[in-house]
């Protein structure tokens, strides 16, 4: 049976770490494994089928898939770490929303000891797909590795045998992805404030009636920034990243970064946690925070 070693157990991670567990050994390592919520998240992992580790090294022992599930703050750091664990065997498969840059930094430390790795593009909200989200895969064992990935339930697809490309494609369609999200937080905030959110989403509707905006689709907008603005951001600042690289201004994913952060931040000012504002009514959150 294959055997996996999830690094990062937040959301994305319990539910690989949940929906492999039938199909491959999984154990998982999360740095607040050692903190205030390590009880509570060993407890989830039990529940989940999967193992529980005391370390790092612990969780690669054996592994034959590295799932690296962290945050992008985080993501070259626990690469460099898990290097000097990894044997000839063992693909480290770097799932996190960062640069190329970033994702070649990795590549290269991995390089440096005896493993492989790999650029992971996660191509959609990993919640609802689950398994089903699509990845993306680069570099030299791209193609064997999706094939493996395919055959435990993923879907998986290489696109390149470069480090970084699809990395790329992910990072710039975040700059139209996460723009939208801030554009229309932004937009039917100040619509709702001044009284003219109706006009304003049935204008929005005659320009793009496939979209849902007479529907649900400013609320699910909406609420992707309350519930994951700080990731969000974060990963937006890899975005701007990204684009300076090449030499784009990146003036548009700096102002989507501030507003991803800022609608949590005005949250929590409230004392107001996502759960205490679902199901989500975006006029509803609006109106608490004025």
Request: hydrophobic share 45%; with cysteine.
């Amino acid at each position: 049976m294959t055997r996996i070693a999830i690094v990062g157990f937040g959301e994305a991670g319990q539910i690989y770490a949940r929906d492999l567990a039938g199909v491959a050994d999984v154990s998982v390592w999360d740095k607040k494994f050692s903190g205030t919520q390590a009880e509570h998240l060993r407890e989830l992992a039990v529940q989940a089928g999967v193992q529980p580790t005391g370390s790092l090294a612990e969780a690669l022992d054996g592994a034959n898939l590295v799932f690296s599930l962290v945050t992008a703050a985080s993501a070259r750091e626990v690469a460099e770490q898990a290097a000097p664990l990894l044997g000839s065997e063992q693909v480290f498969l770097d799932f996190n929303s960062v640069a190329p840059e970033t994702k070649r930094a990795g590549a290269k430390a991995v390089a440096a000891g005896a493993g492989t790795y790999l650029d992971v593009a996660v191509m959609a909200p990993v919640p609802p797909g689950r398994l089903s989200t699509p990845l993306l895969l680069g570099g030299a064992a791209a193609y064997r590795v999706a094939e493996s990935l395919c055959e435990l339930g993923c879907n998986a697809r290489a696109a390149s045998e470069r480090i970084g490309d699809v990395s790329a494609i992910k990072m710039c369609r975040s700059v139209m992805i996460k723009g939208l999200e801030a554009l229309t937080t932004e937009c039917l905030s100040a619509a709702r404030q001044y009284g003219v959110e109706d006009a304003v989403l049935a204008s929005l509707h005659a320009s793009f009636p496939s979209l849902g905006w007479d529907a649900q689709f400013p609320h699910y907008l909406i609420s992707r920034v309350a519930e994951h603005g700080v990731r969000r951001a974060e990963e937006m600042g890899e975005v701007v990243k990204t684009l300076r690289d090449v030499g784009v201004m990146a003036a548009m994913s700096q102002a989507t970064q501030s507003v991803q952060e800022d609608l949590p931040a005005r949250l929590a000012q409230k004392n107001l946690h996502y759960r205490d504002v679902t199901p989500f009514v975006w006029q509803d959150v609006v109106d608490k925070l004025k």
